[in-house]
């Protein structure tokens, strides 16, 4: 089945910056969902949006469900050393029907 | 403490070898769900489970098996058709209705020997 195509890989940035990171794909989703995923551990759900241009926050964290509903972002504001970690976007059709971006490998500088 | 468990943390299978990979969660969840992970790779699916007793194959069901007698309890098998095993395992668990998010336990590493 189709993923999702996410980007950037891979994102380099100094403590206090903000980051932006988006999904996006040919098909149509019902759900998004932003996952973090720390090393050797399972993925953590961080925020999941709903409806068409939605745009829910979770503390530092902010991501939009795109109005075509083909994409989403995730923005991360005054990144800390605890933000490292790989971030997946998730498309959802239905429950049975989940796609997967590659993930965006955070690393922060102190 | 509600959740989903994985075990082992690690396993490594010798050529030949069939391996369980155990899932168990708390949740009341009635779906489960069984993710491959590949370095660089967006997770793939492997099997999931609506109802007690019923799974469906995933994209990439070809060499596992799974079972699901309990509604708390979604082991998978890697068998030896499985070619290239080596991959972290995730399971997961929804509530199984439409738009319910899916939530994901540690995972398991499984290694060739």
């Known amino acids: 089945g189709q993923q999702l195509n996410q980007s950037p890989q891979s994102m380099f940035i100094q403590e206090g910056e903000d980051v932006s990171m988006n999904c996006t794909s040919s098909?149509?989703?019902?759900?998004w969902l932003w996952y973090k995923q720390d090393p050797g551990e399972g993925p953590v759900l961080l925020i999941a949006l709903y409806k068409a241009g939605e745009l829910t926050s979770n503390g530092r964290l902010t991501a939009q469900f795109g109005i075509t509903r083909k994409d989403s972002f995730l923005n991360i504001s005054a990144s800390i050393p605890s933000d490292v970690g790989i971030y997946f976007c998730?498309?959802?059709?239905?429950?049975?029907?989940?796609?997967f971006g590659a993930g965006t490998r955070l690393t922060v500088k102190p | 403490d509600g959740g989903i468990t994985q075990s082992p943390k690690y396993l490594f299978r010798k050529e030949g070898q069939n391996v369980t990979l155990s899932c168990e969660q708390n949740l009341n969840h009635d779906a489960m769900y069984w993710y491959r992970q590949d370095p660089g790779q967006g997770l793939r699916l492997i099997y999931y489970s609506q109802i007690v007793n019923d799974f469906q194959k995933g994209d990439i069901a070809e060499g596992y098996s799974v079972s699901r007698e309990k509604k708390e309890s979604f082991p998978l098998t890697v068998t030896s058709a499985q070619k290239n095993p080596t991959a972290f395992y995730l399971c997961?668990?929804?509530?199984?209705?439409?738009?319910?998010?899916?939530?994901f336990g540690d995972g398991t590493r499984l290694s060739i020997l």
């Open positions: 997961a668990s929804s509530m199984g209705q439409d738009n319910q998010p899916q939530h």
């Open positions: 098909s149509i989703f019902n759900t």
């Open positions: 998730a498309g959802q059709v239905n429950n049975n029907d989940m796609r």
